[in-house]
């Protein structure tokens, strides 16, 4: 990983286009060839970047980054460069969830139609540039689903749909895709945040998941 603090501008040229006036900012280029320009807030999310594949071309005060199947590019422009320094970072296993998660997201691939009648799974741990969303499913009516699945449904679980939903639809094979945060428990300001952004909020019964409750069975 290469991390590159820098005063720069930055412009986003292609089916979208963005500007970011002349600031100190961290610029982060991956093993995997995506760069990302961070600022020192809003947490981890970046204020704008290119995911692979892509390529970097460095010149004096011009960084441009393109991307290899849309044209899109990233044109970074270098006032000042005050750190460069990279490192090697190996193989990451990866995030692993606890195991009422991962239960419950096999649970959910099995019984997609818990989600909405003839609904269908297109694939569990459906991949991004930065990392797998849980389940790609598709609606009744065809349309492409993200579903992100928490024990415990709290605002970073919301974040985190948040950018793959900006990943995913910016795939033209599957876009648009709307996003379902599913979770046992989901917290009030979650749930907020998650309307606020457009995504449905979905609470699990585990039980039911599991065909545990039966109606049936009840004796009230």
């Known amino acids: ?33 995506s760069v990302s320009v961070h600022a020192d807030g809003g947490a981890y999310k970046p204020l704008n970047w290119m995911t692979p594949p892509c390529t970097v071309r460095e010149s004096v005060g011009e960084w441009r980054v393109e991307h290899g199947k849309t044209g899109d590019a ?3 422009t270098i006032e000042e460069i005050l750190a460069d320094r990279s490192y090697e970072l190996g193989l990451d296993p990866g995030l692993q969830k606890d195991g009422v998660e991962a239960h419950l997201q096999a649970l959910l691939a099995e019984r997609v139609e818990v989600l909405g009648a003839g609904w269908s799974l297109v694939r569990r741990e459906y991949p991004t540039a930065i990392g797998p969303v849980d389940l790609l499913v598709r609606d009744d009516a065809g349309g492409s689903v993200a579903v992100e699945i928490k024990r415990r449904g709290e605002i970073d679980g919301v974040e985190q749909l948040t950018r793959y939903l900006e990943l995913l639809n910016r795939d033209p094979r599957i876009a648009p ?3 379902i945060f599913a979770a046992q428990q989901i917290k009030p300001q979650a749930r907020v945040l998650a309307v606020d952004r457009g995504i449905e909020c979905v609470r699990l019964d585990y039980d039911q998941l599991r065909g545990l ?8």
């Open 1 to 33: 990983m290469r991390l590159v603090i820098a005063r720069c501008s930055v412009d986003y040229v292609g089916r979208l286009t963005a500007h970011l006036p002349m600031a100190i900012r961290l610029i982060m280029v991956k093993a995997d060839g």
């Open 177 to 179: 895709v709307r996003g």
């Open 74 to 76: 990233l044109v970074i």
């Open 213 to 220: 409750d039966d109606p049936t069975t009840r004796l009230f």
